[in-house]
């Protein structure tokens, strides 16, 4: 076999559908595009959801629910990712970005998920009292 044999697997390739070819290909004069109207035309394309005039689903559905905008979602961190610290270190948000654990912006808050078997000070925005529980039990402090 060399370079100059390869040779795609029968029927892999097709052949592009030539229309506009004449009234014998069954795809001639007006190419398969209808007579006329905005889908005839070069450069034609529908905005997504558009549904030719009809009133589009998105806004036949009713609106259900509140959506708060000033509501503050706060960074998720466990008691097992503070686990991975060292010993009588200090858990900060720069701690945590450094570690991959959060980003730079929002709050943090620290949840009882898991165990945390070493001594840490834990300074963020939040803590749930299960965490903070467990943290001071292992011999660690919290400050807010």
Avoid: W
């Amino acid at each position: 076999m060399k370079l100059n044999t390869l040779a795609p697997s029968e029927g892999a390739r097709k052949n592009k559908k030539r229309v506009g070819r004449g009234p014998g290909s069954g795809s001639g004069k007006t190419a398969s595009r209808g007579h006329k109207g905005a889908r005839a035309r070069t450069g034609y394309s529908a905005k997504p959801g558009f549904e030719g005039g009809q009133m589009p689903l998105h806004r036949r559905l009713p609106k259900r629910g509140f959506n708060n905008i000033f509501k503050t979602v706060c960074t998720i961190v466990t008691l097992d990712d503070l686990d991975r610290f060292e010993a009588g270190s200090t858990v900060d948000r720069l701690a945590l970005v450094e570690a991959g654990l959060v980003k730079k912006d929002g709050p943090i808050k620290v949840l009882a998920n898991g165990d945390l078997t070493k001594a840490v000070t834990v300074k963020v925005d939040k803590v749930s009292q299960g965490a903070r529980e467990r943290i001071i039990a292992a011999g660690g402090q919290v400050e807010e």
